[in-house]
Nanobody, 128 residues
Framework: QVQVVESGGGSVQVGGSLRLSCTAS????????MGWFRQSPGKEREEIACISWSSVSTYYSESLRGRFTISRDNAKNTLYLEMNNLKPEDSAMYYC?????????????????????WGQGTQVTVSS
């Protein structure tokens, strides 16, 4: 059974930083893409960034590129999201997801409907 668990959310002031972590277990294949997504109340879930198994290929939402950095440590089965210069509009539930896939990551892959395995989310609140 695949399990995806996020951690690291919390409350932070404007301009602050947070690092989210996500562990994935139960995946039977080594080749899987992972991604971070977020959802605010009343809005659709949106992609933040995705990363290939090898970490060579990444995709970022253009609006978040430069402030957010995705990385992974396959030895620990852990995905990370470093978030800097946080803004109130970054407040949302942040989700980690995994999907078996061995190719490069691009805007066609980094989409909500591509991913089969999801965590329960971790809340990030940015206040002024």
């Amino acid at each position: 059974q695949v399990q995806v668990v996020e951690s690291g959310g919390g409350s932070v002031q404007v301009g602050g930083s947070l690092r989210l972590s996500c562990t994935a277990s139960g995946l039977t294949s080594d080749d899987y893409v992972m991604g971070w997504f977020r959802q605010s109340p009343g809005k659709e879930r949106e992609e933040i960034a995705c990363i290939s198994w090898s970490s060579v290929s990444t995709y970022y939402s253009e609006s978040l590129r430069g402030r957010f950095t995705i990385s992974r440590d396959n030895a620990k089965n852990t995905l990370y999201l470093e978030m800097n210069n946080l803004k109130p509009e970054d407040s949302a539930m942040y989700y980690c997801a995994a999907q078996r896939y061995s190719g490069d990551v691009d805007r066609k892959i980094c989409r909500v409907w591509i991913f089969a395995y999801w965590g329960q989310g971790t809340q990030v609140t940015v206040s002024s």
